[in-house]
Every structure is written in C-alpha cells, then in structure tokens.
C-alpha cells in the first residue's frame, strides 16, 4: 500500500482570497502525480498529470507545482468563487494503479 | 462521448441479494477499474482489466466478482454482500496508464 497524504483535510476560505493544500507520495518509483476536482454526485474531474520534476501547471485559476524529490506537490487556487468547492484529489501513479490521498475539502465562503 | 457511464446510481440491497454494477465507456480505453471508496477515505482499487482480462485483484473477497465482456462494459457482480461493504463503488477507464477518467459512482447500501 502505498502512502499518499493530503493536508488539510479540510479548509474554509473567504471569496476572493487564495489558498493551497498540498499532496505528499513516495519519492521512489515514480511515475506521475494526478489531481483530480470532485464534487458531491459528480465524477472526478481530472485537472493535471505531472510528470517531471519541477513541473508547474496551470489551469484557469488553480495551478499546481511538483517535487518528485522530496515527494511532494502543491495545488494552489487563486482568487477563490463558490464554484471552486469540491473536493480536491491527488493520486501517484505507478505501475499502472492510482493510489490516493484522501482529499482535501474546500469550501469557499461568498 | 467522453464520459464513463455507472448505472445504477443508488443501490440498496439485502445481504442474500444478488445484484449487478455496471460500467460503460466508448472512448476505446483498454483498461478499466473498479474502484471502493468509504466516507473520508482514499479511494482503493478493487480490480483492474487490460484489454478485457483480469490484471490486477488487490485481494477483493470473492463476494465481490468482476466482469468484462467486451472493451466497452464492465460489470460488478454482488452476492452476499456484509453491511461494511456499504461504499461508493467507482469505475474508471484509461489508454495507456494516463488520463483516467472516473464514473459518478454507485453508493451501496448493504441493509
């Protein structure tokens, strides 16, 4: 089983104000490092595939970094709306299985 | 069409039912996952099927038996389920190990 942390669990923030959380994984074996947007009786929302060290990307408002070294990656929204409420994801990919975090929960106050 | 289809959405059952989950995608993805997740937890992988055959069991009890007749449908057969396996079953499908894209999921009630 491998171990994949999300932190916070959970965060409120106000509209308007920017936040991150981030994703810890196993540094070896690496293969990429997925973050998915879920919300409630909807399906994950695939948002990145990371690959490589030192990758950042960025979609809209939201943006994530990457360190396979240390294992770890940042999601950062900036400028949160209502609608960036959900539930975030993160998942490392190796050997061809997706091993999740548990999420963090954001819920942004308008 | 770019979506996995789950159906049915709610399922509640008895712990002598039967009953079946199924999975549908047309996208010509050739692996296709089943997924448990209970409430505040990590999803955890239940199966996973490459090119329609059994490739990964991460050591499901056998009440829970995958089915993949074809490229496009997979099934879950329930048979004598336990009140504990109440979760939200999802399904998945990906090319190549990339780009998974994830159903909405069945919640299961087992009663």
Redesign the interface.
């Known amino acids: 089983i491998l171990n994949v942390e999300q932190s916070p669990q959970s965060l409120h923030v106000q509209e308007g104000d920017s936040t991150n959380f981030t994703c810890s994984f196993p540094s070896s074996n690496f293969y990429a490092l997925h973050w998915y947007r879920w919300e409630t009786a909807k399906s994950p929302e695939a948002l990145f595939v990371m690959t490589l060290n030192g990758d950042e990307k960025k979609k809209g408002r939201i943006s994530a970094t990457l360190n396979t070294k240390e294992g770890y990656s940042y999601l950062y929204i900036k400028g949160s709306q209502p609608e960036d409420s959900a539930t975030y994801l993160c998942a490392f990919n190796n050997d061809y299985k997706l091993s999740f975090g548990a999420g963090t929960t954001v819920t942004v106050r308008a | 069409d770019t979506?996995?289809t789950q159906t049915p959405k709610h399922l509640v059952m008895g712990m002598t039912n039967k009953k079946s989950l199924k999975c549908e995608q047309h996208m010509g993805h050739r692996?296709m996952?089943w997924y448990k997740q209970k409430a505040?937890?990590?999803?955890?992988?239940m199966f996973?099927y490459?090119y329609e055959k059994l490739s990964?069991n991460e050591s499901v009890p056998s009440r829970f038996s995958p089915e993949c007749p074809n490229s496009s449908l997979l099934n879950l057969h329930l048979h004598a389920l336990q009140p504990e396996d109440s979760a939200l079953y999802?399904c998945?499908s990906s090319q190549g190990?990339?780009?998974?894209?994830?159903?909405?999921?069945t919640r299961l009630t087992v009663v």
């Open positions: 979506e996995v692996a996952y505040k937890k990590p999803p955890e992988l996973v490459s990964i999802l998945a190990g990339d780009g998974y894209t994830f159903g909405s999921g």
